[in-house]
């Protein structure tokens, strides 16, 4: 039996998660932002701090490790950073290219359900300095332009001299920039006048756009060239502040194929890449802004500086107040340098991801995981928050159980190998993934550099998929049960009344659990009672020879919801409603479960239908 078993886990070893190749492309793309003298709409006032990017300025090229100590230590100040008055949330408008139209009516409509559902948890969470009226792009005055006057005592200092006659069009990636969206552009032929010949005329603009998003999906070399590219993205013009206005995310079409399709896993890639663009990406990271002494984000912020460095053991982390803060928070350390971790597969260079190793699990790590075991976590809100062009909603970050409390040292080479922590494994076999809905195997990456952990098998590993009993029978002797509230314990139980001669060591197993409070639960196996399984112990169980761990906050970690006076828990989104002369059908998104009078309550998934009968 254990020969097959062990031929059965080589052969579910797990998929090749998806990954994102966002650092290939974005420095490859020209990014286009407003010249001082350049009139472009839309017209900000009040900010004298910007200092325009360049996208070919060479990269910091002074990174040494010793340089922690040089780097002066950002007061983390105590008054709230950030206040939401007049800042309203993100208007990103998403447009679809001719050029993509070849997909099915099917492949169509997964895209656009998936992007506005990507949107609208992303506008959710961020809010900007709205644009007044129309957006319209800049053109690059470097492409439309042979000569530009560069006497700053001219009136048309900065402004175009001589026509380029080859200018066709402006591109994002390689989506071409409707003319419709672009501001105009003229030639200024005497260095005082200023009279304007019109190359192109002024476009129309878009109305009510904080940000465009240029949607294209495409079967590029770029998709093939890795397997597991769903997407890549990049942005290409950014305000006089640099914040980003317009990007491109390209979705490789055969994302879109197959029974395989899920439509979670295509919501967190576009809100994945649609973060890169809007912000977290190492082509911006100095460009972000510090409005921790402005009176409200976007105004009068100073430049951050280069906010990344290289700390003492080799690992590029990003410096900022929010992301700090957050970073100890998580860690439950009071550590003053905890910057947060990119991943440096390139030695020393930023990236523009959170290192796997210690932020496992998070929207923006360089692999996105299965959908369930994705969070939209406070870090990567926290990095946001420091762009200082959004005010972010923090309370909008999901939990990230990965690494909570653990201390400043978690998830370093250092000490991943050191059986320290429980998130990390030694060893081989079969144990449970650290959220324990799935068995796992303990495995590396190539993210991980080597710390392994317990990663859920490709196929039947989910202990809440009753399915999944019929291919495990042969472990019946271990009592073993798969149901909906089934979650992964290491055990080593065997039935008394089998004989097995050799002692178990423990592995993971599928068995029933139910929450008695926070951090509490009990334990049933098949033909047991149920039993309180105290944290941090181990229990017996009648008719079962060995024992079951029972583990500390890994499971029933979220309180039972507060009791409300109002029938409406506060986060409830109402998504709908309509009356008929006796009933009202009120459709509410993502509530926790409650119980009011007069009111029943079906609840399909995350979406809740309360059917409220007047009397
Ligand atoms: C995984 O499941 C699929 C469908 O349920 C099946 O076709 C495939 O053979 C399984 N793979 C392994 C390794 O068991
Ligand atoms: C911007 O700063 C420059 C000097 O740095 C100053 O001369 C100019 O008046 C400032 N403009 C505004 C609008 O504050
Ligand atoms: C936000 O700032 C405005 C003034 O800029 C102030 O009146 C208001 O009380 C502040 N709100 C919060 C929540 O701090
Ligand atoms: C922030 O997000 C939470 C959770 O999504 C929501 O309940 C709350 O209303 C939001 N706050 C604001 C100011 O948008
Ligand atoms: C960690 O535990 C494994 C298995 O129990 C053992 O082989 C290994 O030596 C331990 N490592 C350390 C550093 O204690
Ligand atoms: C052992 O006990 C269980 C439950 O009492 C029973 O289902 C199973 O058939 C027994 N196995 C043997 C070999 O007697
Ligand atoms: C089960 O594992 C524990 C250690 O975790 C060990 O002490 C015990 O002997 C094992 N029991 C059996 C029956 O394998
Ligand atoms: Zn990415």
């Known amino acids: 039996m254990r020969k097959i078993f062990l031929w059965l886990l080589l052969l579910c070893l797990p998929t090749a998660f998806q990954k994102c190749i966002f650092d290939d492309i974005q420095p490859w793309v020209r990014v286009v932002s407003p010249l001082p003298n350049q009139p472009t709409s839309p017209k900000h006032t009040g900010d004298n701090q910007t200092r325009n990017t360049n996208p070919k300025a060479p990269q910091r090229t002074d990174r040494v490790v010793s340089q922690k100590h040089q780097r002066i230590i950002r007061q983390i100040t105590s008054r709230t950073q950030s206040n939401s008055s007049g800042l309203l949330p993100i208007r990103i408008r998403t447009w679809i290219p001719q050029e993509s139209f070849a997909l099915s009516h099917v492949e169509r409509e997964r895209l656009e359900l998936a992007t506005s559902k990507a949107v609208g948890i992303v506008s959710d969470i961020l809010s900007v300095d709205r644009i007044p009226g129309r957006m319209l792009l800049s053109r690059d005055i470097n492409k439309f332009c042979k000569f530009i006057w ?21 591109n994002c990636l390689d989506v071409t920039i409707p003319d419709d969206h672009l501001s105009g552009c003229g030639v200024y032929l005497h260095p005082n006048s200023q009279t304007m010949l019109v190359l192109r005329p002024e476009g129309r603009g878009l109305p009510d756009t904080d940000f465009v998003l240029y949607l294209h999906t495409r079967s590029t070399d770029k998709c093939h060239a890795e397997p597991g590219v769903l997407a890549y993205a990049a942005h290409c013009q950014t305000d006089r502040r640099g914040r980003p206005l317009a990007g491109v995310v390209v979705i490789c079409r055969n994302a879109f194929h197959g029974e395989g399709y899920s439509h979670s896993r295509m919501v967190q890639t576009i809100m994945h890449e649609l973060f890169h663009v809007l912000g977290f990406s190492k082509e911006l990271f100095d460009t972000w802004k510090d409005c921790s002494h402005s009176s ?29 803060r957050a970073m100890q928070k998580h860690l439950g350390s009071s550590e003053e340098e905890l910057g947060g971790p990119l991943e440096n597969l390139a030695a020393n260079e930023p990236s523009s991801h959170w290192e796997a190793r210690v932020l496992q699990g998070s929207i923006m790590a360089a692999a996105l995981d299965r959908p369930e075991l994705v969070r939209v976590d406070p870090l990567t809100l926290a990095a946001l928050q420091d762009t200082g062009w959004y005010y972010v909603n923090q309370s909008a970050a999901q939990r990230m159980e990965w690494g909570e409390g653990q201390g400043s040292l978690f998830g370093s080479l250092a000490t991943c190998h050191d059986n320290s922590s429980t998130f990390f494994c030694t060893g081989s076999g079969l144990g449970c993934h650290y959220l324990h809905f799935h068995k796992g195997v303990c495995q590396s990456d190539q993210y991980l550099e080597g710390c392994r952990i317990y990663k859920p098998l490709t196929n039947e590993s989910e202990c809440s998929k ?5 291919i495990n029978k042969a472990e019946e002797w271990s009592g073993e049960i798969y149901s909906p509230e089934s979650r992964c314990f290491f055990s080593n139980l065997s039935r008394e009344n089998i004989s097995r001669s050799v002692s ?8 029933r659990h139910r929450c008695t409070g926070i951090n509490q639960y009990e334990v049933k196996v098949s033909g047991s ?82 059917f409220g009968c007047l009397v």
């Not at 409200?296 to 992301?323: A, K, M, W």
């Open 296 to 324: 409200r984000i976007g105004e009068d912020c100073l430049s951050h500086g280069q906010v990344t460095n290289i700390d003492g053991t080799g690992q590029v982390r990003i410096y900022t107040p929010s992301v700090i």
């Open 150 to 170: 560069k006497d700053a005592a001219v009136i048309n200092y900065n402004k175009c001299a001589r026509a380029n006659e080859n200018y066709r069009m402006e």
């Open 504 to 511: 178990d060591s423990p592995a993971g197993r599928c068995y």
């Open 529 to 610: 009672e149920w039993m309180d399984c105290p944290v941090g112990t181990s229990i017996q169980v009648p008719g079962y020879r060995g024992v079951v761990s029972c583990p500390d906050k890994g499971l029933c970690l979220s309180a039972p919801p507060p009791p409300q006076d109002s029938p409406f828990y506060p986060a409830t989104r109402i998504l709908g409603s309509f009356a008929t002369d006796r009933c009202v059908f009120i459709m509410l998104f993502r509530p926790p479960l409650f119980c009011y009078s007069n009111v029943a309550v079906f609840c399909c998934d995350s979406i809740m239908i309360i």
């Open 466 to 470: 009753e399915s999944n009993d019929k």
